[in-house]
């Protein structure tokens, strides 16, 4: 199973909105609707930002949104923050019944 | 919500086994599943596998599949990995993480290094 194709970075000026694509299979998540995202900060465990596509878990900012079309899942940070600077990762479940995680997007804040 | 505690830092010569626990606190809901996942230093998160809290239903990744045992047990509420026959490749920070695909809560990680 291959991994889910991420840009490696990205970056914008606090105030402004970026997406970040994740692009998978027929086998993942073209499957099904279970793509995750995750934040993670240097030295820090993941944290999930959005499950099952497009749910926001209790506490995550609403500025934080997730979409996916055919096999393309995106996440879309609007209003950049600085305490947005961080690596993020998407995750899909395959049809094999394991996951699959995207190669992460490091995002710098300017 | 569950909260998962892991064990802490490991230094292993090549060829050795490693075993990494993962403390679940809070409860533990009868399809609960906890993943295993790695992250070499400086790259992206691999996942290993998973098991079923209750049933004790495991996945493994197949490229782990000779060298990697999960166990979980309810009364201790304790998950374990034991990853064997060790080379400098499986050095990273290993975490176990609560979900089929959620990952809703992550343990700390815990560093094993191989070195000889």
């Known amino acids: 199973q291959s991994a889910l194709t991420q840009p490696a970075s990205v970056s914008a000026s606090p105030g402004q909105s970026i997406t970040i694509s994740c692009v998978g299979t027929?086998?993942?998540?073209?499957?099904?609707?279970?793509v995750s995202w995750f934040q993670q900060y240097t030295d820090k465990a993941p944290k999930v930002i959005i499950f099952?596509?497009?749910d926001r878990p209790s506490g995550v900012s609403y500025r934080f949104s997730g979409s996916k079309s055919g096999n393309t899942a995106s996440l879309t940070i609007s209003r950049l923050q600085a305490e947005d600077e961080a690596t993020y990762y998407c995750?899909?479940?395959?049809?094999?019944?394991?996951?699959?995680f995207g190669g992460g997007t490091k995002l710098t804040v300017l | 919500q569950m909260q998962l505690a892991q064990s802490g830092v490991e230094l292993k010569k090549p060829g050795a086994s490693v075993k990494v626990s993962c403390k679940a606190s809070?409860?533990?809901?009868?399809?609960?599943?906890i993943a295993w996942v790695r992250q070499p230093p400086g790259q992206g998160l691999e996942y290993m596998g998973r098991?079923?809290?209750?049933?004790?239903?495991?996945k493994y990744m197949q490229k782990f599949q000779d060298r990697l045992i999960f166990t979980a047990d309810t009364s201790t509420k304790m998950a374990t990995m034991d990853l064997g026959s060790l080379t400098f490749e499986d050095t990273a920070v290993y975490y176990c993480?609560?979900?089929?695909?959620?990952?809703?809560?992550w343990g700390q990680g815990t560093l094993v290094t191989v070195s000889s």
């Open positions: 993480a609560r979900g089929l695909s959620r990952f809703d809560s």
């Open positions: 809070g409860y533990i809901v009868s399809n609960d599943y």
């Open positions: 098991i079923n809290f209750h049933s004790g239903a495991k």
């Open positions: 027929d086998s993942d998540i073209g499957a099904y609707n279970l």
């Open positions: 099952d596509v497009r």
């Open positions: 995750s899909s479940f395959t049809i094999d019944s394991t996951v699959v």
